[in-house]
Structure formats: C-alpha cells, structure tokens
C-alpha cells in the first residue's frame, strides 16, 4: 500500500512538472514572437540636455511621471498590461519618455515577460523577458537624451 502512495506522489509530480514545463515553454515561445514583432527601444526625437541633467554615471536625471513636479520639462511613463493573469503571468511593458510641455512622446520602450509556471517550491519563480537588459545595449533614457556640455 506504501509503494502505491509513493508512485501515485511520483507520477503526479512528473505530470505537474511536464505540464507547468510545457506551459512556460509555450509563453517563452510567445513573449520571443511578441517581442520579435514590436519589441525594443523606437526613438521619436532626441534632446540634448546639459551635463548637470546627468549623475556620475552618465544616467540622465528623469522623474517617473508619479514622481514629477509640475516644473520638470521631461517624464518617464510607465504602463504595465497583463496579457494573461494568473500563474504563469504574461506582460507588455512599456516605458515612455515625455516632454511635460506639449506631452509629446519622445521614445518609447516595450518588453514583454513570462512569470512564473513553476512547481510550487520554496524557491523564487522563474521568469523570461525579451529584450534582454544588458550594459551593452542603451536604455531608453540614453537613447533619448544626450548629454550635451556644461554650462
């Protein structure tokens, strides 16, 4: 009766870890097809602002919209949509720099994600992104501002 129980535990559990690996899989398909389709960083028009708009890094200085003050001339925007809830989750992510003034967007950046799909353990889900974020590549900020001299 013992050895049942453990073969019905183990066959379960490679059921449940063939189906969520299947699941993940199928979304990780999907996010590289979505990314491959409108994916990535798309520049409308660049602003060359003064070195002083930029930290000791070279990242420029731009509020999050939440975080802006009415004065700021730039904001960052950013929209999270769920493309499918639950787990595994699916999102579009998109990252979008404004000029406060006319409320024109000046660039945008779109990612989509897979989250999750698991077996439940007490280890942190997976996850997979496309584009990748790497040094290597520019950020939506470096892409739009450029840092111009000083005054």
Known sequence: ???KRIGLYL????SVTFLSGCEQHRLDQQVKELCAKDGGIKVYETVTLPSENFDQWGNVKINIKKYSKPDDAYYLEMDTQFLR???????RMVARAVRNSDGKVLGESVRY????GDIPGPWHPSSYTCPEISQSQPSLESSVFLKGNAK
């Open 1 to 3: 009766m013992k050895e």
């Open 113 to 116: 994600g897979r989250g999750g």
């Open 85 to 91: 809830k639950g787990n595994p989750t699916l999102v």
């Open 11 to 14: 066959s379960l559990l490679v």
